[in-house]
Structure formats: structure tokens, C-alpha cells
């Protein structure tokens, strides 16, 4: 069974970093795209980014470029997340996703074309 689970979220000030995790179990993780989605308090799920199967490419939300930093470790079936220069509306559950295609990659997944999500960890900024 594909199992994804993300960690590192917290309390955490304005400005401040924080890199979150997802580790991948159950599927060959090397060969699937990986990204990561947030939802806010109140607002519908947002693509944040998608890396893909080898890392090679990579593409971020406009909202998030400069700031976010998608990468990962095959070796440890491990997708991370790092967010510099935290500001308030980051505040959301951040959800890694698996897509559902092997050896695949698009610019602007739609939440369909992914086929395992987390549950997802929570970001909390404080003034």
C-alpha cells in the first residue's frame, strides 16, 4: 500500500524557515513526480509545486517562486519542502502528493492527475 506522511510543520515566526517532509513508502518513489499542495483557513487547496521523478525539473506555483524550494532524496524516498522569509498567509496544511503517472511531469498538474496525497502538516505563522 503507497503511504505518504509529512512532517516538520510547527509554530513558526514571520520570517523565519522551515522545510517539511514527506516520506514515501510502497511504491518505487524514484519513479514518480512528486508535489507539494497547501490549504489555507477558509480557501480551496492550492498547487504549490511539482518536482520530477529524477529532480531534474522543477516548477512552482507564481505565488510561492523565490521563496520555496522543492527537493528530493530518492536514496531515502524522502520529498522536502523549504520555506524561506515565512510571511502570514503561508499559514496552511501543506499535503505532498504522488503523481499518478510513472516518469511523468507537467507544469500545472490538476489535483486529478494525482493519485496518493498525505495527510498533510500544519504551518502556523506568528507575528
Known amino acids: 500500500q503507497v503511504q505518504l506522511v509529512e512532517s516538520g510543520g510547527g509554530l513558526v515566526q514571520s520570517g523565519g524557515s522551515l522545510r517539511l517532509s514527506c516520506a514515501a513508502s510502497?511504491?518505487?518513489?524514484?519513479?514518480?513526480?512528486m508535489g507539494w499542495f497547501r490549504q489555507a483557513p477558509g480557501k480551496e487547496r492550492e498547487f504549490v509545486g511539482i518536482?520530477?521523478?529524477?529532480?531534474?525539473?522543477?516548477w512552482y506555483a507564481d505565488s510561492v517562486k523565490g521563496r520555496f524550494t522543492i527537493s528530493r532524496d530518492n536514496a531515502k524516498n524522502t520529498l522536502y519542502l523549504q520555506i524561506d522569509s515565512l510571511k502570514p498567509e503561508d499559514k496552511a496544511v501543506y499535503s505532498c502528493?504522488?503523481?499518478?503517472?510513472?516518469?511523468?511531469?507537467?507544469?500545472?498538474?490538476?489535483?486529478?492527475?494525482?493519485?496518493?496525497w498525505g495527510h498533510g502538516t500544519q504551518v502556523i505563522i506568528s507575528s
Open positions: 502528493a504522488s503523481y499518478s503517472l510513472p516518469r511523468s511531469v507537467t507544469k500545472e498538474p490538476e489535483e486529478e492527475e494525482f493519485d496518493v
Open positions: 518536482i520530477s521523478w529524477l529532480g531534474g525539473t522543477i
Open positions: 510502497g511504491r518505487a518513489f524514484s519513479e514518480y513526480s
